[in-house]
């Protein structure tokens, strides 16, 4: 193999076949591909796809070249119900955390979250308001999770007062 051929194959990849023809390919001589061969059939337009090694029964219908795949449409449709459906049951904020705290309990009444039938998700991060590396590192802990609010613990006193505690509350 040349110089040029050895740059082709490590550069540009192998090529999936694209056969055209007239008629379905189960019936087409020139449909004879590997698997994920595609084939267009000219009369009507269809793209089919090689499934197997049987070229009189692999083929399967994908769709008919110009339309879009619904099957997208429905996918997306359904995330952007979800999307809307977490983005009205989620509830965010943060609090200034200040030097001294060792813990700190935070009731939903405070933040103007809506009353829990259960006990929601809350998920927490602390922040530095600075641009600074900060000047100590905390561990932190939710716990007594209850309809009407939530506890963190940190792993020592906090000795910045420039943290701030993000927190996330779902009923999800």
């Known amino acids: 193999m040349g110089a040029f051929e050895t740059f082709v194959n490590s550069n540009l990849g192998i090529r999936k076949p694209l056969i055209l023809d007239n008629g379905h390919p189960t019936g087409s001589s020139k449909a004879a591909g590997i698997i994920g061969s595609e084939y267009i059939?000219?009369?009507?337009?269809?793209?089919y796809e090689k499934t197997g090694e049987n070229n009189s029964q692999d083929w399967v219908f994908t769709r008919q070249l110009g339309s879009s795949n619904s099957e997208i449409y429905n996918i997306s449709g359904a995330l952007q119900s979800q999307i809307d459906s977490v983005s009205s049951s989620v509830i965010s904020s943060?609090?200034?955390?200040?030097?001294g705290m060792e813990n700190v309990a935070i009731n939903f009444s405070d933040i103007n979250a809506p009353q829990f039938s259960n006990p929601p998700q809350v998920v927490i991060s602390m922040a530095s308001q600075d641009q600074d590396f900060p000047e100590s590192f905390y561990a932190?802990?939710?716990?007594?999770?209850?309809?009407?609010?939530?506890?963190v613990a940190f792993s020592s006193e906090i000795v910045e007062n420039n943290l701030k505690l993000d927190f996330m509350i779902s009923s999800n």
């Open 94 to 99: 943060s609090l200034n955390l200040v030097s």
């Open 41 to 47: 059939d000219l009369d009507t337009n269809s793209l």
């Open 140 to 151: 932190y802990s939710v716990y007594n999770i209850t309809t009407t609010g939530f506890n």
